[in-house]
């Protein structure tokens, strides 16, 4: 270990009773995505202690910067929203608000982020270079907060030459984080697709068009579009998750089905391709058979790319901080993060941040331990310190 690093650790360490104060407050004053003004006011407040100047953006979006020298910038971005669930956790920081609860760990990243800046703003006589922290909003509803704050000049001015973020991990214990480079995560498009038949009675089905049987006909051919369409290397996930009828009963034929589900794919031209292959294998059986398919199409995040090398750098300098056993690689997810927006603009590296949970996230039961702060706070700082060469 060189000096900075143990510095570093040791700053990260001093920081953790504050980065939990954080956590716990954020914790118990959850705000929904776009709605993130307590939150932002808080963050504003934290970073005003530690003279950190900040500009709001996005709305509920705050980019903070420490600056030290002439050299290049490195970014590191938070999301900041919750989510509509009902904590079912007894503990002292509960959730206050009704139904709204940080069930995918943005108290955490926040809290985290805010531990980096209180680490780096420490060391700002060593930094050759400009941190920029973007804390985001919106992250778990389109468009996405990332859009805006692209929108809103996050990647300008100059752009970064990389940008770090951090996702809790319930799996893996706080201390220990993983990284994935190249292809991470998948789109994630909204299908509704609705068929439309002619309704008439359960016995007579010759005097109708029944789309439910036209339904079950259109459902396995775009299930063939995953299966014989797409390249097995690349997978595509196609999922309805709700389906219904208007109408209908034992005995009667309704008039229309309508379905819902979600189209997630790890490439951009396959996704638009797809696009169109789905369209046209609903239109086409529906109306080979009587009936008439329309599919609106959602368009939600892109693919998210882990830059390649800033990837495998990245995982070498937390090994360097962390120790190796504490560093893992991690498999495909085909969830989605809007933090992909960013990965088409700039070099960019997602990674997971251990938490020990045994709920997973988006459960009213998910919390962490709490140790995961210091991690999450040292490793942010440490990447950006030893991107800049300090
Ligand atoms: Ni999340």
Redesign the pocket.
């Known amino acids: 270990m060189n000096d900075l690093c143990t510095r570093v650790c040791a700053l990260a360490e001093a920081a953790t009773p504050q980065s939990v104060a954080d956590r716990r407050h954020l914790h118990a004053h959850p705000e929904l995505s776009f709605e993130e003004h307590e939150t932002v006011a808080y963050v504003a407040g934290r970073l005003d202690e530690m003279g950190v100047p900040h500009r709001r953006v996005a709305g509920t979006g705050l980019i903070a910067e420490v600056r030290g020298g002439a050299g290049p910038t490195v970014a590191l971005r938070a999301?900041m929203d919750a989510l509509p669930i009902q904590e079912a956790n007894e503990v002292p920081y509960r959730s206050t608000r009704e139904g709204v609860m940080h069930a995918?760990?943005?108290d955490v990243?926040t809290a985290s982020l805010l531990g980096a800046a209180r680490v780096l703003k420490q060391l700002e006589g060593k930094l050759n270079g400009t941190i920029r922290m973007l804390f985001q909003p919106g992250?778990?509803k389109l468009p996405g907060g990332a859009t805006l704050m692209i929108r809103d000049g996050a990647l300008q001015d100059p752009a970064p030459g990389a940008l770090f973020g951090q996702?809790?991990h319930p799996p893996l214990p706080a201390g220990t984080v993983g990284f994935r480079p190249g292809i991470y995560m998948a789109s994630t498009d909204e299908l509704f697709l609705t068929i439309y038949g002619r309704g008439g009675h359960g016995a007579m089905p010759h005097q109708a068009v029944d789309p439910i049987v036209i339904t079950a006909q259109v459902i396995t051919a775009l299930q063939q579009l995953v299966s014989r369409e797409s390249d097995p290397t690349l997978p595509v996930v196609l999922t309805f998750g709700k389906i219904g009828s208007e109408g209908g009963a034992t005995n009667v034929i309704p008039n229309a089905v309508r379905l819902e589900g979600t189209l997630r794919t790890l490439d951009e031209a396959w996704r638009k391709e797809l696009h169109q292959r789905l369209r046209r294998t609903a239109e086409g059986i529906a109306a080979a058979l009587g009936g008439r398919a329309e599919l609106e199409i959602g368009h939600g995040y892109p693919f998210l790319k882990n830059d390649e090398p800033l990837t495998h750098w990245a995982q070498a300098a937390a090994r360097k901080l962390l120790g190796e056993d504490k560093v893992v690689d991690l498999p495909i997810r085909m969830t989605g993060?809007d933090f992909a927006f960013y990965t088409h603009h700039v070099p960019a590296c997602f990674y997971r941040l251990g938490v020990g949970s045994p709920s997973p996230?988006?459960t009213d039961t998910f919390d962490v331990d709490e140790r995961c702060l210091t991690t999450g706070s040292a490793l942010l700082a440490w990447l950006a310190l030893e991107r800049l060469g300090a």
């Open positions: 999301d995918c760990g943005h990243h992250e778990e996702h809790v993060e996230v988006h």
